[in-house]
């Protein structure tokens, strides 16, 4: 018998985490509460050595552990977003839990944790690894939302994600027993081959409703409605910096794992999926968009704005399924799948700077005692706190995808791809759903500006260091990438001819 | 003669048990037994193709369903300690300060 060749330069990255994920529980242990900030230092340097040890590594282009992960540049880009979330992060949050007296050094390990279920995810390459990477990620989640024990919300907020998310993940699996039922298979790449070969012999019954299993679930983690019930809840229950990580991380790599399973595995069920997500996304941004017009709760606003940016961002998967069935002159239109799916990637890019940026700014205005997440508690700002109010407004912007920010630069290319492979209905659906969106994301720096504040009025907050330094760099990425993308595109395109080739 | 389509017709049951279990039952602890229960209906599923085909795939597959079911568990357990504690309550109909 013959053993597997163990070839640690694909998982160098994970390694890191990982091994600084257990230096942080291992510190802690010697840690006095007061002096937990230690711990950010750590978990952020470290982080910092995997973000460069993922560059000096790029690009990747091998599948190691038996064909269990593969180590591409695909799967770099996105451990590239993981990072920074994650980094950006734990910059928000010392503040945060030195105001809710929250003296746990579990939290960071537990970022670190999530960051190394998200990354093992996108660099799955057989329906276990993908598995197992979801779960770590998301049961380091369902414990990071109920980190505040004493608060009813949190503990609430922890228990309806723990629910919903193992019963997603069950449905999942269901899914994935069936497509291992039909082929015999768990790697992608043998899935994918059985598929092709097998097309019109296979019980297409069994295959439709394995797929419509997976697609269910995957809709969880990203929240597209009408499986977003948890989203605001959770959002709101959970200590705002990570609600700021679960509204980027799980589905940034939700997105990642359906880019890479729909795209190359599945790609002879195109015209199953693509009606599926074409549901799915309409629902998303109508609902999403509609009910975030209702809210008065900022953090809750920002959940159903992330619901709604679940649906622009299935428009770019829609563009992509359908650009595989394109032929130009009897060619199939390479390019324009290279396109929509590049659309995605540096939408999900923009999505993580600014929807950290917009809850650090939150993070930033809470106090003790009053986590001041109401709309009105927003009212003056800019009079009280200019700079943050500008810097809130750019985030917002950039949200609302205005030019000049880096929020535009992924809505364009998410509606040019839409435009380009035909699906002119649902890019019309969701030019509009964008300006529903512009009420409410405008109506916030309204109340900065315009309005002024209710109430007493309380002291400000002293400079909050280390968030405000979250705030600026996100800011400043969103505004450098809103006009000079080029770096990101040419990453994202590169990845995905490596990974279609 | 038991084939797999016998195995699947009774992984289809449980998971359907299950799944009903989720959305009628109130109780917590019961909520969590029905999820268990589906994850149990997917390794059934699992190993029935393994044999099935010959290949140690599903069952490693059944194995890694298993631990992972496990650690869910405790971190459940967890979560509803941690909840009773506020609420002195195991009742899905409790937990509603979070809403629209």
Redesign the interface.
């Known amino acids: 018998m013959e053993l597997p060749v163990v070839d640690f330069t694909a998982v160098y990255p994970e390694v890191v985490v990982t091994l600084v994920g257990l230096l942080v529980l291992a510190v802690d242990v010697f840690l006095k509460p007061e002096r937990k900030t230690v711990l950010a230092v750590i978990a952020l340097l470290g982080l910092f050595l995997a973000l460069l040890v993922t560059l000096a590594y790029y690009p990747l282009d091998e599948v190691a552990f038996s064909g269990m992960v593969a180590a591409d540049s695909f799967s770099q880009f996105f451990k590239l977003i993981f990072i920074l979330s994650a980094a950006f992060s734990i910059l928000m949050s010392p503040r945060y839990l030195q105001i809710f007296n929250i003296n746990a050094g579990e939290y960071y390990e537990l970022i670190m944790f999530c960051t190394l279920g998200m990354m093992v995810m996108v660099a799955g390459n057989d329906?276990?690894t993908i598995?197992?990477g979801l779960?770590l990620m998301a049961?380091s989640i369902?414990?990071m939302a109920?980190f505040q024990?004493?608060n009813?919300?949190s503990?609430?907020?922890?228990?309806?994600y723990?629910?919903l998310g193992?019963?997603a993940s069950?449905?999942l699996?269901?899914g994935?027993?069936?497509f291992?039922?039909i082929t015999?298979?768990?790697n992608l790449e043998e899935i994918a081959r059985y598929l092709d070969f097998t097309q019109n012999m296979l019980n297409t019954k069994l295959i439709t409703l394995s797929l419509v299993l997976m697609t269910v679930a995957f809709a969880f983690k990203i929240a597209a409605v009408p499986f977003h019930m948890w989203t605001?809840?959770v959002y709101?229950?959970a200590p705002t910096p990570l609600t700021a990580f679960m509204s980027v991380g799980p589905k940034v790599a939700a997105f990642a794992v359906i880019l890479r399973v729909y795209m190359t595995t599945f790609h002879t069920l195109v015209p199953d999926w693509t009606q599926l997500f074409w549901i799915l996304s309409v629902l998303t941004m109508v609902v999403g968009n509609v009910i975030a017009v209702a809210q008065q709760n900022i953090k809750r606003m920002l959940a159903y704005s992330s619901i709604s940016h679940a649906g622009y961002l299935l428009i770019g998967v829609i563009s992509a399924g359908t650009a595989t069935e394109i032929k130009i002159n009897g060619l199939p239109a390479t390019s324009l799948v290279s396109e929509s799916m590049m659309s995605v990637m540096v939408y999900l890019f923009a999505y993580m700077f600014m929807n950290l940026g917009a809850f650090a700014v939150v993070i930033a205005l809470a106090k003790a005692g009053n986590p001041r997440e109401l709309l009105q508690d927003y009212a003056g700002l800019a009079r009280r706190k200019p700079f943050t109010a500008m810097l809130m407004t750019i985030l917002l912007l950039s949200l609302l995808g205005f030019p000049g920010t880096f929020g535009f630069i992924g809505k364009f290319y998410i509606f040019k791809a839409a435009i380009t492979t035909g699906n002119v209905t649902i890019a019309v659906i969701g030019v509009i759903m964008s300006v529903v969106a512009a009420f409410y994301y405008i109506r916030v720096i309204v109340y900065m500006y315009m309005r002024e504040p209710e109430g007493e009025i309380l002291p400000e907050a002293d400079f909050a260091s280390s968030t405000m330094y979250a705030v600026i760099t996100t800011t400043v990425f969103t505004l450098l990438f809103g006009v000079a993308p080029g770096f990101i595109i040419a990453m994202a395109r590169y990845s995905i001819e490596q990974m279609l080739a | 003669m038991i084939n797999?389509v016998h195995l699947?017709a009774l992984?289809a049951a449980l998971?359907c048990i299950?799944m009903l279990g989720?959305l009628i039952r109130r109780n917590?602890i019961v909520?969590f037994m029905s999820?268990e229960l589906?994850?149990n209906?997917?390794n059934l599923?699992?190993v029935?193709?393994s044999n099935?085909?010959q290949?140690a795939?599903?069952q490693?597959?059944a194995v890694?369903?298993i631990t992972?079911a496990a650690?869910?568990a405790a971190?459940?357990l967890?979560?509803?300690i941690?909840?009773y504690?506020?609420?002195r309550a195991v009742n899905?109909d409790e937990?509603r300060?979070?809403?629209?």
Do not use: C
């Open positions: 329906l276990v598995y197992i779960e049961i369902y414990l109920g024990r004493d009813p919300r503990s609430e907020a922890s228990m309806k723990f629910l193992s019963f069950a449905i699996l269901y994935m027993s069936f291992y039922g015999g298979k768990t605001p809840d709101e229950g | 797999p699947m992984g998971f299950g989720f917590l909520i999820i589906m994850l209906a997917v599923n699992l029935a193709f099935q085909f290949s795939h599903g490693v597959f890694f369903v992972v650690a869910e971190t459940g967890a979560i509803l941690a909840l504690r506020i609420s899905a937990a300060i979070l809403k629209w």
